[in-house]
């Protein structure tokens, strides 16, 4: 695929006066805005004969347009996250705290792609977020003043016997993971190195974060849980990891750490990365690929969060030359693919799968809460939902199995891009 650059002339943010400015109304850990200028986009613009087929340039396009129009500019760019049509229709902004970098990843990567100029006023608001949520210890902390729209995650895992207390800046692991992958991209694309110091900070507070155990600490985990974790100074001695479902976010993270060893060469980044891919392997799937659920009586998986991780594990693999991972991933997708519909790439929310089973590896205990939709034998949720992320986390797993070789893929890719993108004119 050829990539379409051009030069977008990004100013610097720090001479934006009315957006420095701040009297934290948000109530954001870090509220002084350091001086900072986003990445220069820079290249060229042709024209190019290609083959009559998905126009991902023109796609590109389209994500950029749906992930920067739907903001709220007096919100440093917040999310309208959700639309609901009863009773009465409205948007409802970020439902959760990762969707801005969600969004930040892709439109640096679809830039890139297609060279488009459309809002580069709403990336530079999602990137004075992201600086002014970089707390001293290098960690993301997401505020919740004025914000009941996190209220969810806030309370994440309380139910559960996880957390005894809300707070007004929520520690999430993921958050954390997703809005390092931000940061590396433009620890890549920079000239100096304003990004490379945040990511080695953020990494570093990964690491510190992090829960090592096992013989000569191979596994890492995040305690309570990724969602929401409980800061150093706070947590217990040595914790003993909870199971629950919520740990299959944790590849976010690990997904995070291996891109930013990619861009920056950080090694830290790459051995936590494989720490807790340890632990996910261990934990959340059999020898054989099949993948688990940490949950009483579970008897279905979450395509999103299994997908994503083995996305994340292939990833890694690539970057470490580890076959046998490879091999294993492989296996998994091939499991998980007889779960689908495999000429569309339907595939439901959530799979049928095998009991969960204690790991021998990694000693711990199963965390409180019950989720019906993961123990019921049939619903709604289990038969005719489909989740594009989970989809799209598919079509990453068969690009990284058929790049290298491991498995071809690429008629799964080919059909199932198409579903993700009909041809609508």
């Known amino acids: 695929m050829t990539l379409a650059l051009c030069s977008l002339g990004v100013p610097d943010a720090s001479a934006q006066s009315e957006d420095t400015v701040d009297s934290n109304p948000i109530?954001?850990?870090?509220?002084?805005?350091?001086?900072f200028t986003l990445p220069d986009y820079g290249g060229q613009s042709y024209e190019a004969v290609v083959p009559d087929?998905?126009?991902l340039a023109q796609r590109a396009r389209l994500a950029i347009h749906a992930m920067t129009e739907s903001t709220k500019a007096d919100r440093d760019y917040d999310l309208y996250g959700a639309v609901s049509w009863t009773p009465v229709p409205h948007m409802r902004l970020g439902e959760f705290a990762a969707e801005m970098s969600k969004s930040q990843e892709t439109v640096i990567l679809s830039r890139l792609i297609c060279g488009s100029r459309q809002n580069l006023e709403a990336e530079r608001g999602w990137?004075?977020?992201?600086?002014?949520?970089?707390?001293?210890?290098?960690?993301?902390y997401t505020p919740t003043k004025d914000r009941p729209w996190l209220e969810s995650v806030n309370m994440a895992g309380v139910e559960e016997g996880l957390y005894?207390?809300?707070?007004?800046?929520?520690?999430?692991?993921?958050?954390?993971?997703?809005?390092?992958?931000?940061?590396a991209l433009y620890a890549a694309l920079e000239k100096g190195d304003f990004w490379l110091q945040r990511v080695r900070a953020l990494v570093d507070g990964l690491v510190k974060l992090a829960v090592e155990t096992g013989d000569e600490n191979q596994y890492a985990f995040f305690w309570p849980g990724p969602i929401r974790a409980v800061p150093v100074d706070r947590r217990p001695a040595n914790p003993d990891p909870l199971f629950h479902f919520h740990d299959g976010e944790m590849s976010l993270v690990s997904f995070g750490l291996t891109l930013a060893y990619r861009q920056t060469g950080y090694q830290p980044a790459l051995e936590l990365a494989g720490k807790l891919t340890a632990f996910q392997r261990e934990v959340f799937f059999t020898p054989e690929g099949e993948w688990l659920t940490?949950?009483?009586?579970?008897?279905?998986?979450?395509?999103?969060?299994?997908?994503?991780?083995?996305?994340?594990?292939?990833d890694y693999a690539l970057a470490t030359q580890d076959d046998e991972l490879l091999k294993f991933v492989a296996a998994s997708?091939?499991?998980?693919?007889?779960?689908?519909?495999?000429?569309?790439?339907?595939?439901?929310?959530?799979?049928?799968c095998p009991v969960w089973r204690m790991p021998k590896h990694v000693?711990?205990?199963?965390?409180?809460?019950?989720?019906?939709?993961?123990?019921?034998?049939?619903?709604?949720?289990?038969?005719?939902?489909?989740?594009?992320a989970g989809l799209a986390d598919m079509i990453g797993v068969a690009l990284l199995l058929s790049e290298s070789e491991t498995l071809d893929c690429?008629?799964?890719v080919d059909r199932w891009a198409r579903t993700c993108w009909p041809n609508h004119s």
């Open 27 to 35: 109530g954001y850990i870090s509220p002084d805005l350091p001086e």
């Open 53 to 55: 087929t998905l126009d």
């Open 127 to 140: 990137a004075r977020s992201l600086l002014k949520c970089q707390g001293p210890d290098g960690l993301i």
């Open 164 to 183: 005894a207390e809300k707070t007004d800046q929520i520690l999430s692991p993921f958050v954390n993971g997703q809005a390092l992958r931000a940061m």
């Open 294 to 314: 940490a949950h009483p009586g579970a008897k279905k998986a979450h395509v999103h969060a299994h997908g994503r991780a083995l996305m994340s594990m292939a």
């Open 333 to 352: 997708y091939s499991w998980a693919r007889t779960k689908a519909e495999p000429i569309t790439g339907f595939f439901p929310n959530h799979l049928p």
């Open 363 to 388: 000693s711990g205990s199963m965390a409180q809460g019950r989720l019906h939709e993961l123990t019921a034998e049939t619903g709604r949720s289990a038969t005719n939902l489909g989740e594009i």
């Open 410 to 412: 690429w008629d799964d």
